[in-house]
């Protein structure tokens, strides 16, 4: 079992910047991807971004040069740096763990980020 939880969500006006955390602990050698999601209000859930544990990363279009995803693996987190926040990254952010380019159905508890105009 892997525990994930997320923190650093609020509440922000349009061009602000969030830092979100994640911490990992349990069977952490289980696991070498870590990514976040998101799910807006009235939607499904979506992709975000993920990041290797050598460090090679991957976006989703809507966030590419405003986000940023970045791990410590001493510390066993993940972050994701959000700059330039837009009224349409108002969701739900979670933390994800898989291995390789398989996903587990290990989650955060979920962080929420609003953005205001």
């Known amino acids: 079992q892997v525990q994930l939880v997320d923190s650093g969500g609020g509440l922000v006006q349009a061009g602000g910047s969030l830092r979100l955390s994640c911490a990992a602990s349990?069977?952490?050698?289980?696991?070498?991807?870590m990514g976040w999601f998101r799910q807006p209000p009235g939607k499904q859930r979506e992709f975000v971004a993920t990041?290797?544990?050598?460090?090679?990363?991957n976006y989703a279009d809507s966030v590419k040069s405003r986000f940023t995803i970045s791990r410590d693996n001493a510390k066993n987190m993940v972050y994701l740096q959000m700059n330039d926040l837009k009224p349409e990254d108002t969701a739900v952010y979670y933390c994800?763990?898989?291995?390789?380019?398989?996903?587990?159905?290990?989650w955060g508890q979920g962080t929420q980020v609003t953005v205001s105009s």
């Open positions: 994800r763990a898989g291995k390789d380019t398989f996903w587990y159905n290990y």
């Open positions: 349990g069977d952490i050698f289980s696991i070498n991807r």
């Open positions: 990041i290797t544990h050598d460090g090679g990363t």
